[in-house]
């Protein structure tokens, strides 16, 4: 795939995570804004934070002061950085590259948080 997802497993309440997601050398990685979503079961995808071209982010409330999005061009890679997880952060992760002409997902990375 275009973009790799990685980085999920489970962890206990208030600890952290960090995804990562990987672009392949085809794609010109810095046009794209990147995205993380989360998905639960039976749900629809919803988008968690989005980071565009400039560097500019957006988070939904539920992930504000918890979650960072870093994208680093040079190694073609966006990383998710958790921390404080909740259990209703249990999900899911895909990441997402758009540009003007396609968009590409992630296969999914599955974080549990639990006791």
């Known amino acids: 795939g275009r973009f790799v997802d990685s980085g999920g497993g489970l962890v206990q309440p208030g600890g952290s995570l960090i995804l990562s997601c990987q672009a392949s050398?085809?794609?010109?990685?810095?046009?794209?804004?990147l995205g993380w979503y989360r998905q639960y079961p039976g749900k629809v995808r919803e988008v968690v934070v989005s980071i565009d071209v400039h560097g500019t982010t957006r988070y939904v409330d539920s992930v504000k002061g918890r979650f960072t999005i870093t994208r680093h061009n040079g190694n073609r890679t966006a990383t998710l950085q958790m921390t404080n997880l909740k259990p209703e952060d249990s999900a899911t992760y895909f990441c997402?590259?758009?540009?003007?002409?396609?968009?590409?997902w992630g296969q999914g990375t599955q974080v549990i948080v639990s006791s």
């Open positions: 050398n085809e794609i010109t990685f810095e046009t794209y804004e």
């Open positions: 997402r590259g758009e540009n003007e002409y396609v968009i590409y």
